[in-house]
């Protein structure tokens, strides 16, 4: 089982910045890849950027330039450092991991409860 807890929403002036935090927890093994998806009220939820244990990133074409994630493996930690946000930011944000556990190692995704983030004057 793993548990994810994210930090960091809130609301924002448009050009303003935040940054997210993810921490992972439980009986787990590893953690390979992990990441950040939005969801905006009415609309699917999508990618924004993820990470591998590597340290390999992938971006949305919206978050490119604007965001950067981070890992930290030895604490189970993702970051999301949010730069130039705008109103087409505002999304509950959610973090997300795949987890392998034994001992077959079998890999499980797991989801946060998610975390609002606003941006609005």
């Known amino acids: 089982q793993v548990h994810l807890v994210e930090s960091g929403g809130g609301l924002v002036q448009p050009g303003g910045s935040l940054r997210l935090s993810c921490v992972a927890s439980?009986?787990?093994?590893?953690?390979?890849?992990m990441g950040w998806y939005r969801q905006a009220p009415g609309k699917g939820r999508e990618l924004v950027a993820d990470i591998t244990s590597g340290g390999s990133t992938t971006y949305a074409g919206s978050a490119k330039g604007r965001f950067t994630i981070s890992r930290d493996n030895a604490k189970g930690t993702i970051h999301l450092q949010m730069n130039s946000l705008n109103p087409e930011d505002t999304s509950a944000y959610y973090c997300n991991a795949r987890a392998v556990f034994g001992p077959l190692y079998r890999e499980l995704e797991a989801w946060g409860q998610g975390t609002l983030v606003t941006v609005s004057s």
């Open positions: 439980g009986s787990f093994l590893s953690l390979n890849t």
